[in-house]
């Protein structure tokens, strides 16, 4: 696609219910990222793919996140009883080549957990 | 800790002023300082990027200056327009782990009055 797609734009979970966020990232983009961006903070890093390969995970927060990215193209973020400090918007951003500097980010995904 | 740090927080300005946002940090591994901007709803975008090895980088109404010895680099927007008005996140990359790691700042909320 043109873009990087998230998807749902917005998600309401009840404390300890399990969320999946999307990630289409533009096509051909063998590296993809997943960062956490809190309410007027920057974007945290949470993990990194290259094709299939999760490289880097340094940045999940709990054992209750987890990423997947099984064919190398969609990215699934996956988040298990989900706890309100995990509300945030989820970014995805990919690039050409991991060595690239400049990331192309989607949109997000609002969570709010209540 | 907070690697890349950014001031001001927020920032008003009137068209045709001269918004400045500056951004430090400390580790001398990052080798590439790029700045993105972020409308509401939406991912941040890629604006300007410069190389330590240079000292000033502008691309049409924005200019990057970086200070490699004090460790700090800054963003100037001449002429700003109220299209201008977002959320300005500097950044810092390094290459972690064979590949280009973004760290991003706190960002600044700018707002040009017509």
């Known amino acids: 696609g043109a873009g990087v797609s998230q998807s749902p734009r917005y998600k309401v979970a009840k404390r300890g219910q399990d969320v999946a966020l999307r990630c289409d990232p533009i096509?051909?983009?063998?590296?993809l990222f997943w960062y956490q961006q809190a309410l007027g903070q920057g974007p945290e890093f949470l993990t990194y793919?290259?094709?299939?390969?999760?490289?880097?995970k340094s940045g999940l927060p709990s054992d209750r996140f987890f990423a997947e990215r099984p064919e190398g193209s969609v990215s699934t973020l996956k988040i298990q009883r989900t706890q309100q400090e995990d509300s945030a918007v989820y970014l995805c951003a990919s690039t050409s080549a991991g060595t690239n500097y400049g990331y192309t980010f989607g949109s997000g995904t609002r969570l709010t957990v209540v | 800790q907070q690697q890349v740090k950014q001031s001001p927080q927020s920032l008003i300005v009137q068209k045709g002023g001269i918004p400045i946002i500056n951004c430090a940090y400390e580790n001398t591994a990052f080798d590439y300082f790029p700045w993105y901007q972020q409308f509401p709803g939406k991912g941040p975008a890629l604006l300007i990027a410069i190389r330590p090895d240079v000292s000033e980088k502008k691309e049409g109404r924005f200019t990057i200056s970086f200070n490699k010895s004090a460790k700090q680099f800054s963003l100037h927007i001449m002429d700003s327009q109220p299209g201008d008005s977002a959320t300005y996140f500097c950044?810092?990359?390094?290459?972690?782990?064979?590949?280009?790691?973004?760290?991003f700042g706190t960002g600044t909320k700018l707002q040009v009055i017509p």
């Open positions: 950044a810092a990359s390094s290459l972690s782990r064979g590949y280009q790691k973004v760290t």
């Open positions: 793919f290259q094709n299939e390969a999760q490289l880097d």
């Open positions: 096509s051909g983009h063998v590296s």
